[in-house]
Structure formats: structure tokens, C-alpha cells
């Protein structure tokens, strides 16, 4: 059974990673993975949410007006951590393939392209009556 | 995990300028990252020590790219030295390890820097 253990709002602003971090490595430790395992996917965790809120602040804030928070979800259960991040700035839609032409040439498109790499899941999709984009992602432990 | 921001040191030798980063590079560290080594890879072969750093995210690793590309237009080199096992292990699992020129240790990096001169004065 899921459980939901961390449900808080977010400004991305320089101090979030520390944030992300902090909640990340009180999560695994929740989650109960062995000393060695919780290391490195600790890490993969924190760089993933890292890279998805870093996305957010570049892309995803210049086009809001107002104050602009991103919440965090972290849910966990026997065997995986799962991470929801909703936020409110305009519908967009997420590449689908890793383009490699284009991170050489532009140097862009290496965040999503290690979340879907470190994660086991990866899911964005739009929630119309909330007007909310929702990352999900999920990590087995 | 993390509790430094980016501190960068750059020492200028015969043969290379040495880059030592201390901290993270995340999105809020880059741009100094960026600034200070720019121009360096148009001078002369760069050589980074990544041992004191802890954690980069894909800007960094863009701008990596971006420096390696430019330092190359300048018949240059950029070697990543040291890296710690986190930063090596994702580089390699998301195939950008055959991008860069990738040295176990600083020693390793400067002897490659030095045989390139020798091969390039024969």
C-alpha cells in the first residue's frame, strides 16, 4: 500500500536543492533501503527532482506572473519511492525522444533526458480543470 | 550530501591551465562556471579536476559540452580529471562518457597534456 510522506509547497529558488535533498535522503531513509543501495539512488533521486524543478524555473516560470510555487509530492511503499511535481505554469509538452543532434548542438535536452534515464517511470501529463502540469516519477528501491 | 555552493580556482601552468572546482554545479552555480572557463579554452589546453566537486547536474554537463566543443574549434584540449563515483557513474550510464576526454587523476591528465606536446614537436 502507497503511502503519501512529504506534501509541501516549494520555491525554486537557490536554496531548493538543499530542500530537495533534505527531503529525499528523510524519504529513502523511509523507505528503508539498505545503506549502500540509498547512497546512490538517493543521489539519482535528488538529481531528478533537481532536473525537473530546474526545467520549471527556466522554461515554466518566465511565461507566469505572481508569486509561483511547485509542490512536491513524495509517496512511498514496499518496494519503489514515487514523486509527483505540480505546478501552474502553462501546458507544454515534454520531448517524447532523446535528441542527440540537438544536445550537441544547443547543448539543451540532458536534464530529461537523465530523469528518464535514472528513474524507473516518467510521466508528465496536464490536468485541465486545475490547469496544472504534473511530473510523476518513480524510482524502485 | 551538499553544503557548498561552487568555488573555482584556476592556475595557469607552461603547458595547460589547471581548473579545480570545489562544491556543485547545479543551475544556480553555472554561469560562474561558465564565465571563468570560457575563456580559458580558447588559450590553451584546460585541464579540470572534478575531485572536490559533488554533484553536477545536465547544465553543467551542457556546459562541459559546450566547452570541449569550443576548446577542439582551437585545436585545444578539455580533460575532466578525478571524478567522484556518483559523477562518472552518470555521465557513463547516459553515454556522454565518449564525449569528453575523461582522466582517473590529475597526474593521469597532465601526462596526457604533456605527451600531446611532445608528439605535436616531433
Known sequence: MEHKVVDINIVPDHVFLHSVQTISEAVMAMAGTGAMKTDYKTYNLVLAVDEIVSNIYRHGLKNSKGDFLINLKYFINDDKVRVEIREGAPEYTPPTTYDEKMVLEKYCGIGLHLVRTLMDEYKYYFEKESKTNVVMISLNI | ?122
Open chain 2, 1 to 122: 550530501m551538499f553544503d557548498d555552493l561552487l568555488k573555482i580556482t584556476v592556475k595557469d601552468e607552461r603547458r595547460y591551465i589547471l581548473v579545480s572546482l570545489v562544491g556543485i554545479i547545479d543551475n544556480n552555480t553555472y554561469l560562474d562556471f561558465v564565465k571563468r572557463c570560457t575563456p580559458l579554452v580558447n588559450k590553451k589546453n584546460v585541464i579540470i579536476n572534478f575531485q572536490e566537486l559533488k554533484y553536477i547536474s545536465s547544465t553543467g554537463i551542457g556546459v562541459l559540452l559546450k566547452l570541449t566543443s569550443l576548446s577542439k574549434m582551437k585545436g585545444y584540449r578539455v580533460v575532466i580529471c578525478a571524478l567522484r563515483e556518483p559523477i562518472i557513474r552518470i555521465i557513463k550510464l547516459i553515454k556522454m562518457d565518449k564525449l569528453f576526454m575523461i582522466e582517473e587523476s590529475m597526474e593521469d591528465a597532465i601526462d596526457l597534456i604533456n605527451s600531446d606536446y611532445k608528439k605535436k614537436k616531433k
